[in-house]
């Protein structure tokens, strides 16, 4: 009887031992990890400032033609992208700017259109938005919706590529034509920028207009361009930071809690990772994104913990009262 309690007492030291060589190993890992997230916040800090710095100025202007001659009239246009709809596949765009003239101006009237294509399919039927330039020089100011096609599912690495078509419709004496890429590049100075949140904007690239011309359409582009649309750098490391610690503290939490505590916690943890998925996507609808996915996972990982937790739990109080009985 003696040697048996002496057996049982001697696994019990061995257990408690283990139990707290896990608990400090635990800790251990818990430092290490909490420095490693210290030293890389720093830079994403740094980073998201000179971001958002950059985004309220026009560092991110790129010039799409240029033409500085003074001696012919010449439209001045800033395209500005102000807003991403990736859940309705649109881009809005602000057109502005301005026809300057030499002296005074020629007696001609010029209209923009402006087209998106589809990367696969350029020469298909685009959406098609005209914006009219003042033909006494006045400013002018045009906001127009553009179609735009991504993977959102991919977020953070959701990619959005951009092709733009420009048309230049001008009427003189009452007859209509379109420019080509010549007389185009001597009326026109365009320039692109991007200003919207926690998003990048490629360098934009020339195109050849004559390959996005649709078949069977009197339309010719005078100007094609396409840049892309993605999420910066340091979003994505917040967002794999923030998926990475919140699924190790919710599944320490689950593994080192007691099934009392742990029954109470439960809608806790899963209101705080849908918190976290608010902070990480904000507004975008559910089920969308990766991020959406994985948080499933983990509320399904979090029930299940739960469920053999109490299983086992009831397991042994029934064991305990066929002990007593």
Not at 179 to 197: C, F, M, R
Request: hydrophobic share 45%; proline share 5%.
């Amino acid at each position: 009887m003696e040697s048996e309690t002496f057996t049982m007492s001697k696994v019990g030291g061995r257990r408690e031992t283990l139990r707290r060589v896990s608990i400090r190993l635990g800790s251990l890992i818990g430092m290490l990890v909490m420095a490693a997230t210290l030293v890389c916040i720093v830079p994403i800090v740094v980073s998201a400032y000179h971001e958002i710095k950059t985004n309220a100025t026009t560092d991110h202007a790129q010039k799409i033609i240029s033409n500085q001659s003074r001696e012919a009239d010449v439209n001045k246009v800033t395209i500005l992208l102000t807003r991403l709809d990736p859940v309705n596949d649109s881009v809005s765009l602000v057109v502005e700017g301005g026809r300057q003239c030499a002296a005074s101006c020629a007696p001609y009237h010029d209209r923009l259109l402006f087209s998106s294509f589809e990367p696969d399919n350029p020469g298909g039927t685009p959406r098609t938005v005209p914006v009219d330039i003042p033909a006494n020089g006045e400013q002018f100011q045009a906001k127009i919706d553009l179609v735009i096609r991504g993977n959102l599912m991919d977020y953070p690495f959701d990619r959005y590529p951009l092709q733009i078509g420009v048309a230049v419709e001008r009427t003189e004496g009452g007859a209509k034509r379109y420019l080509d890429a010549t007389d185009a590049a001597k009326s026109l100075d365009v320039t692109l920028d991007e200003g919207i949140p926690q998003i990048g904007m490629s360098r934009a690239a020339l195109r050849d207009p004559s390959t996005l011309t649709p078949e069977h359409s009197s339309l010719r582009y005078a100007l094609a361009f396409s840049t892309a649309l993605d999420r910066p750098l340091y979003i994505r490391i917040f967002v794999i930071l923030i998926v990475l610690l919140f699924t190790m503290a919710t599944f320490y939490s689950v593994a080192h809690t007691s099934f009392d505590r742990l029954i109470v916690s439960t809608g806790s943890m899963i209101l705080g990772l849908w918190g976290a998925r608010s902070l990480l996507i904000g507004n975008l609808p559910p089920d969308v994104t990766l991020i959406d996915l994985v948080f499933s996972m983990i509320v399904v990982l979090i029930l299940f913990s739960t469920t053999v937790h109490a299983v086992l739990h009831y397991r042994k109080l029934l064991r305990n009262d066929g002990d007593k009985t």
